[in-house]
């Protein structure tokens, strides 16, 4: 599984997006994730770290690997279970999804999170990398 922290740090090349991309080939995720990468490029254009003119090519990159290696599972279906969790932990819902479906799928979760990667240990989550 990987949340979202990593599929933006891998796009966006953020500090340690090499080290991310043995991870990559084929990945799982809930659709909220193709949600977080859009804000996440737009917060990237806000801050100045790309350019407007950038966001094509990396829409396009990201849209082509989704649709190539990337399995998405509906966020509706780990929404009660990542309540559970947001609120056991004190994380965001947000972040509490990626969990939920690491869960139901026996998986380990590829994040950059540190708050995440402590609740997913919690829980006996294995976390990458």
Do not use: C
Request: net charge negative.
């Amino acid at each position: 599984m990987a949340d979202s922290s990593a599929i933006v740090a891998f796009f966006l090349r953020e500090e340690g997006w090499t080290e991310l991309s043995k991870y990559m080939t084929m990945t799982v995720s809930v659709d909220h994730v193709i949600k977080e990468f859009y804000n996440a490029v737009w917060k990237a254009v806000t801050i100045k770290r790309i350019s407007v003119e950038e966001v094509p090519r990396v829409l396009a990159l990201f849209k082509d690997y989704v649709k190539r290696n990337m399995e998405l599972r509906r966020e509706e279906e780990h929404v009660d279970k990542a309540l559970e969790i947001a609120l056991e932990n004190g994380i965001t819902i947000y972040d509490a999804l990626f969990i939920a479906l690491a869960l139901h799928e026996k998986g380990q979760l590829l994040t950059l999170d540190d708050k995440q990667r402590h609740a997913s240990k919690r829980l006996g989550i294995m976390t990458i990398p």
